[in-house]
């Protein structure tokens, strides 16, 4: 664990997916990230910001959350914006970040966030080229169904017009929710691609005060094959305390 110091994470997602307020809760935090170039330098936010209304985005920059410097995070905007360059660079970026010879410089997991709220709620053409086209190696990716609690809304609309009670609607929602998900097209296209992910996790109400980062943090320390990259994980994450004590209990 003294070797590696830092988990390293690449998150990948469309523009308003909800990733950095899922950094923020897996960081315990409201405070924005500070930026770091490759080289370990400190980047000046008004530079950061004047580049991305540009268009111009580093996926070697690195973002840490004071809270806790345990986590560093590589961003990736998704395909949509940069077409065939951004995909290759991000390609590229996983591919080297895999081989590293460094340990404390290799990328241990991607985290892919897709949106339920969108209308479609379907894969985009970036994303099916992503699973269709993208190995990762031996670093392991999961997807995270962000903004999930939109489905409850189409649920409740489901059972309000099934005659259910406005107040049993609003309580069988989500159930109702994961099930028809469980069954639905996002997973199926998953498990029929040429690189599935390794897992995924529906995150609702990452917005809210008491969201809960759990299944995210177990589902992730779950999908990691190699023991000290487990117990870093385990150990960095201060949001899930039965997470870490399950592990030592394993141990």
Request: aromatic share 8%.
């Amino acid at each position: 664990k003294e070797k590696i110091a830092r988990f390293r994470i690449l998150i990948i997602g469309r523009a308003n997916a909800g990733k950095t307020t899922i950094l923020q809760k897996v960081c315990n935090t409201r405070e924005n990230p500070v930026i770091y170039n490759s080289a370990g330098k400190k980047i000046d936010p008004a530079v950061l910001s004047a580049s991305r209304e540009r268009g111009l985005h580093d996926i070697e920059n690195e973002m840490v959350f004071q809270n806790n410097p345990g986590f560093v995070f590589h961003d990736s905007r998704g395909f949509e914006a940069g077409g065939e360059s951004e995909f290759n660079m991000v390609k590229a970026f996983i591919a080297d970040r895999s081989k590293e010879r460094d340990i404390k410089k290799r990328l241990h997991v991607i985290w892919y966030c897709i949106p339920m709220d969108e209308s479609a709620r379907s894969f985009t053409a970036g994303e099916v080229k992503f699973f269709s086209q993208c190995d990762t190696g031996n670093i392991p990716v999961m997807v995270l169904f962000t903004k999930f609690d939109a489905l409850y809304d189409i649920a409740f609309a489901q059972l309000r017009e099934e005659g259910t009670s406005r107040k049993d609607a609003k309580g069988l929602a989500p159930k109702r929710a994961e099930e028809s998900f469980a069954n639905g097209p996002q997973l199926e296209f998953l498990e029929n691609v040429q690189w599935p992910p390794k897992s995924h996790v529906c995150l609702p109400n990452m917005n809210l005060d008491d969201a809960d980062c759990g299944p995210l943090m177990e589902r992730t320390a779950g999908t990691l094959d190699d023991e000290v990259l487990t117990q870093l994980f385990v150990s960095t994450q201060q949001t899930n305390l039965e997470l870490c004590m399950k592990y030592a209990v394993e141990r």
